[in-house]
């Protein structure tokens, strides 16, 4: 009997609006060839009134179950942005509706835009201690330009924020591929550089707070958080990775594909460089931007389109997360 777990199929979905690196020149005063060299943005995708964070992860997950009776999910995770439909407020019971997904419990874990190599090793983990799970789908939403305020000098390494949604699906008895080993890796002394000021218990939402647009992302100290991020940032990422392979029997030079989350086009680099791998083995979203948590997703669904997957491949997801947390999870591609 096969009782191996893994990804089995994957979805993607993109709202209409293009915005291009021209568009967020004009509207950030940061020169277009800048946006494109050094932030690796070409262009994202941005959603309007009509689009919130659950409809662009109900999207994403329609293309799976168009694959997958909606009868067969017994469990719904969300793992996408927090900046969500309603504050305060599950979306995966909503999602889990909108999909048909009578037979599954629903709910949600958040840990910015690290969590979807996280979430990955959740499903593993209750696949593997409880026999009467078999399918489990993973969905995200993104809808974070709309926290953008591209005035705002101090947040501008976030510009690159974009909207889309993504899901994946983990099964027992998966012939397409073997989800294998993680590690994960927070550092909480970055607790308190990134966030939206307003809205939550320590400054509640008033006119003040939106006369002082407080209700957009923003850093604290971005010089310090910067001095501090910069000694730590590449080598936790190459510290997960490796542990993540070490805990699979594998090292680096075993890495087929690496898909990371969408960061600045030098960041990009040191990763691969690091790593010992070229960049015609990693997916790099310089055409869609950094949708929190659903990149390394996205770059996988990308992967499979691309051709650059072949039976015995081994492909890392990697992401990094404000607060700060790095996960990594391996996976082995089956090709089913």
């Known amino acids: 009997m096969n009782n191996r777990i893994g990804i089995e199929e994957t979805g993607v979905f993109f709202p209409n609006h293009v915005e ?37 992860a109900i999207e994403a997950g329609k293309q799976v179950l168009q694959k997958v009776d909606p009868l067969s999910i017994d ?11 309603y504050y305060v407020w599950s979306s ?4 889990s509706y909108e999909l048909g997904t009578k037979n599954a419990y629903a709910f949600e874990i958040m840990n910015v835009s690290s969590c979807f190599p996280i979430a990955l090793k959740v ?44 899901a994946a699906l983990v ?15 927070t550092d909480g002394s970055f607790h308190d550089d990134v966030r939206v000021p307003a809205g939550g218990s320590v400054s509640f939402a008033s006119y003040e707070t939106v006369e002082n647009r407080l209700h957009y992302i923003d850093v604290t100290d971005p010089l310090s958080m910067k001095e ?34 969408h960061t600045k086009r030098s960041m990009f680099n040191q990763l691969l460089k690091g790593l010992h ?20 997703c996205v770059g996988l669904h990308f992967a499979q389109e691309r051709g650059k997957l072949r ?16 996960a990594s999870t391996v996976i082995r591609w089956l090709g089913g």
């Not at 020169?31 to 262009?43: A, D, H, V, Y």
């Not at 997960?240 to 075993?254: A, F, M, P, Q, Y």
Request: a negative charge.
């Open 20 to 56: 291009t690196a021209g568009t967020l020149a004009e509207k950030s005063g940061i020169p277009e060839q800048i946006l494109k060299e050094k932030f690796g943005i070409l262009s994202k995708h941005v959603a309007d009134s009509s689009l919130q964070a659950s409809d662009l």
């Open 75 to 85: 469990v719904v995770i969300y793992f996408g942005s927090p900046h969500k439909d």
């Open 92 to 95: 995966a019971p909503k999602i």
């Open 123 to 166: 499903a593993k983990d209750m696949l593997k201690s409880d026999q009467t799970i078999n399918n489990i789908l993973l969905v995200g939403g993104c809808k974070e330009s709309q926290i953008l305020d591209y005035q705002n000098k101090r947040a501008r390494f976030m510009f690159n924020f974009a909207d889309g949604g993504a």
């Open 171 to 185: 099964k027992r008895g998966t012939r397409k591929s073997e989800i294998l080993e993680s590690a994960i890796i």
């Open 228 to 261: 501090r991020l910069d000694s730590v940032s590449i080598p936790n990422f190459h510290k997960v990775i490796r542990k993540s392979l070490e805990n699979s029997g594998l090292t680096e030079k075993d890495i087929d594909l690496l898909l990371p989350l």
């Open 277 to 296: 791998v070229d960049e015609e083995n990693a997916i790099y979203l310089e055409q869609h931007g950094h949708m929190s948590a659903l990149d390394p």
């Open 311 to 326: 039976e015995g491949d081994i492909a890392v997801v990697v992401s990094a997360g404000t607060g700060y947390t790095w």
